[in-house]
């Protein structure tokens, strides 16, 4: 197995409208690349400061199928279309499991 976390952090002028579509935009891949095995997306609990806002956890069989969503049109138009205009900071990593 191979695991994808990414972090989000929205800008202030981000709209609860803007992060709400956000996740909705993001639960639609799951249905839509056959590659991924566990799709879990979240807003963070607020229980400690500093935290970033938003997280994705995404695992695939292998890197191979981590690399298909991660190139996949549908994935790039959510990231070009949703996330970028309101992002402030990201941070990744991928692993195996």
Partial sequence: ??????????????????????????????????????????TDAGVNPGNHQFAVVADFDSVDDYLVYRDHPLHQAVIAEYIKPILASRAAIQFEL
């Fill in 1 to 42: 197995m191979f695991r994808h976390v990414v972090l989000f952090t929205w800008t202030q002028e981000a709209t609860d409208e803007q992060r709400a579509r956000v996740a909705a935009e993001l639960d639609k891949l799951p249905g839509a690349i056959a590659e991924i095995r566990s799709y879990i997306l979240g």
